[in-house]
């Protein structure tokens, strides 16, 4: 019994790694600057911890093997307390192990979050809420118009809730789709209205979350035009699943035409780029 188990968790192993071998479950295509870098540092990753998990479950199997019941009277299991130099040695291993990831991995990850966007970044504000995605343009004066909580009423369409007495209101436009510029820095500043939220576009190899009573500045270039799904990541309530939208990555063409529109202009446009861009394949 002690070999069958053993070479049964040999079989999962192998059958585990090779899940990841194949290639056949990857990541769809990045589509964003720091995607290759990122990717870059979580095949690192996946492979250091693919050679350890390989060798755990190598060793858990040889015991398993080695010391089964053969049903000889003097196999009696001895007691030992153990090794302190082999417990510190591979804690140690571990810890250098793990935090040389954290730092390496660090640098993509704060570059899109820890430093300001670039002068002349395309600025969306997003204001996710149970269960949608609102997004907030500031138009063609490049300014948002002001908002109040107390204006905004959801019956009357008014998510974010925009004052329209503000003359920098007056061109802005709020869609439940994202819409931005290719290869040209955008800044997105993140807001919730009711609980946490998650911005995530896997092809886009970014994922924020948006946190009630903050604002969160992220910023990422896009290189790729198309249409791609986005998702709420975080799980937000019962009607989670609903919470998707689309973003699309527009030529500088396009995203000009969608400039200054009054709201409804903006949205039949969005609607005509959404029916344009079909998603890619998976
Ligand atoms: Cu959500």
């Not at 250091?48 to 053969?70: H, N, P």
């Not at 290189?223 to 973003?247: P, V």
Request: include cysteine; hydrophobic fraction near 45%.
């Amino acid at each position: 019994m002690g070999r069958v188990l053993a070479v049964i968790i040999w079989i999962i192993t192998l059958l585990s790694v090779l899940l990841f071998v194949s290639g056949k479950w990857w990541f769809p295509a990045a589509i964003s600057e720091h995607g290759p870098a990122l990717d870059r540092q979580f095949l690192i990753t996946i492979v250091v911890v693919g050679i350890s998990f390989t060798a755990a479950q190598i060793g858990l199997g040889w015991m398993i093997w080695k010391y089964r019941d053969t049903g000889k009277s003097h196999d009696r299991a001895i007691y030992s307390h153990g090794s302190n130099r082999l417990e510190v040695l591979w804690t140690v291993i571990t810890a250098v192990v793990f935090i040389s990831l954290g730092v390496m991995g660090q640098s993509v990850w704060a570059s899109l979050r820890l430093h300001d966007a670039p002068p002349g970044s395309y600025t969306v504000e997003a204001v996710a809420q149970q269960f949608q995605w609102n997004f907030h343009y500031p138009g063609k004066d490049n300014k948002f118009g002001r908002t109040d909580p107390k204006l905004i009423d959801d019956s009357a369409l008014n998510f974010v809730g925009l004052d329209s007495s503000d003359p920098a209101a007056a061109d802005d436009s709020v869609t439940s789709a994202l819409a931005i510029p290719v290869n040209r820095p955008v800044e997105l500043r993140l807001r919730s209205k009711d609980v946490i939220h998650n911005f995530w576009v896997p092809q886009l190899r970014f994922k924020q979350d948006l946190v009630p009573g903050m604002e969160i500045k992220v910023h990422f270039t896009a290189n790729k035009i198309g249409r791609y799904e986005l998702a709420c990541a975080e799980l937000c309530g019962q009607l989670h699943f609903k919470m998707k939208s689309y973003m699309l990555v527009l030529p500088e063409n396009e995203i000009q035409a969608l400039q200054g529109l009054g709201q409804e202009q903006f949205q039949a446009k969005m609607a005509e780029y959404l029916a344009k861009y079909p998603l890619p394949n998976y």
